[in-house]
């Protein structure tokens, strides 16, 4: 293999699961696009939050509550600008899921009727698909897939005949797919569809922890992201939408904290970004995620890119030296996210990943929560190994040399 590049980050130490040793072992993590690991300032944050500044928000007089409203507030302030968006159209949500289900129901059940179409790609998460599956269901439209190539890409040429047919409201689509890695062409896809007046829904849960996202600059009329996949803490999810959209569009959940008065039979919406956030929400997961974007920010979002390219273009010559190993997806790492899927001839994905993990190596298995793209695969699971801004050229190596024993455990 090269030399190690430049790009190593060499920020492991950050992140205290590492002094973790199973088996004896050091920890290889290769899961990191299921969920990241966190480094000790969020961990801090989130304890300096709970243990001084906890309070419920919008609703205290007292200084401890208004140091919570600050806290939560300058959060969302904080997370809007690490992606270039506006803090009034930036909504905290559970999850990324919880975000795309929130422009599903709101704005699809207002806008989608009979005889519209939904245009997905077939290389969508569950939770970019299924609201659409039920909300196309629902009101009697049409769900239509953007077929995936060989190469596991998308074709703009496919798109514009899609968006030729001239009833597509809404496409919906991942900026980088959590199985193939494909880095989808996503400003020149909105764009497209944006001159054919069709709404855009970004699903930006594996583009934002390791690339430079500028929502502004995308133009998406809806981009949803999830904190714990970008060193954050579960619970947080993030919804950037366009302003006039939001105006427009009904609450979602109902309840406390989303209303601005309430009479015995009718009451009036919050504005903007609180219509959209019912009940008390992850106050301290807000707090934590922003100081995980202050992290991410500090390292530089162009050198994280730039690391786990390289650490994707060793993964990808890695696998390639254990016989009987097809990784799917773009061949280059240039024109992928930091995650290669495989199969390996003779064995089955969950053996492939329990065989890894007596190394102390953590890969994934099974269909990713994309059932039907593993369809028009047609594979049934892939092994998953994904990176993160802690990996080093050593996990790799770990996890070949893990393949490679493993084979022979099988008698390949
Ligand atoms: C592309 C993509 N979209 C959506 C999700 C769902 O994320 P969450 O469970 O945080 O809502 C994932 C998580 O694996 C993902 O990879």
């Known amino acids: 293999m090269p030399p190690v590049a430049e790009s190593a980050l060499e920020v492991r130490a950050d992140f205290p699961i590492f002094t973790q040793r199973p088996g004896g072992q050091p920890l290889v993590y290769l899961d990191s696009a299921s969920t990241s690991q966190k480094p000790q300032v969020v961990i801090d944050a989130l304890a300096e939050h709970l243990g001084a500044r906890n309070a419920n928000v919008h609703r205290g007089v007292y200084p401890l509550a208004q140091e919570a409203d600050a806290a939560f507030e300058g959060a969302r302030a904080r997370v809007a600008a690490f992606t270039s968006a506006d803090a009034k159209t930036t909504i905290f949500t559970k999850n990324v899921t919880e975000a795309l289900n929130l422009v599903a129901y709101s704005w699809g059940r207002a806008n989608v009727r009979e005889g519209d179409a939904v245009l997905v790609t ?180 162009q050198r994280v890119r730039e690391h786990e390219r390289t650490l994707t273009a060793r993964l990808l010559e890695g696998l390639a030296t254990v016989p009987g190993l097809r990784v799917i997806g773009p061949p280059e790492a240039e024109r992928r996210g930091g995650l290669a899927s495989f199969t390996v001839d003779g064995m089955h994905p969950h053996d492939v990943a329990e065989l890894v993990a007596r190394r102390g190596v953590c890969v994934r298995a099974g269909h990713h929560c994309a059932q039907p793209l593993m369809r028009c695969l047609g594979l049934g699971a892939t092994a998953r190994a994904s990176v993160g801004v802690y990996n080093e050229p050593a996990d790799v190596e770990a996890l070949v040399d893990a393949l490679l024993a493993g084979r022979e455990v099988f008698g390949l």
């Open 122 to 301: 077939q290389m969508e998460h569950h939770a970019n698909l299924v609201p659409w599956q039920v909300l196309c269901a629902e009101r009697g439209a049409q769900l239509r897939y953007l077929e995936i190539d060989e190469r596991g890409e998308l074709s703009l040429q496919a798109l514009d005949a899609e968006l030729a047919r001239g009833d597509v409201r809404l496409l919906a689509f991942a900026h980088v797919s959590n199985v193939l890695g494909t880095i989808n062409p996503a400003a020149e896809m909105i764009s497209r569809a944006r001159a054919a007046g069709v709404v855009t829904v970004v699903d930006g849960a594996q583009a934002v922890p390791q690339m430079p996202v500028d929502v502004a600059a995308l133009g998406a009329d809806f981009y949803a992201w999830t904190s714990h996949k970008a060193l954050g803490p579960t619970g947080a999810g993030v919804l950037h939408g366009r302003r006039e959209l939001l105006e427009e569009m009904p609450p979602f959940l109902t309840g406390g904290d989303m209303i601005g008065s309430v009479d015995l039979y009718e009451s009036t919406w919050n504005e903007l970004p609180w219509k959209f956030e019912a009940g008390t929400p992850a106050i301290a997961e807000a707090v934590g995620l922003a100081a995980a974007v202050d992290y991410l920010d500090a390292l530089g979002m």
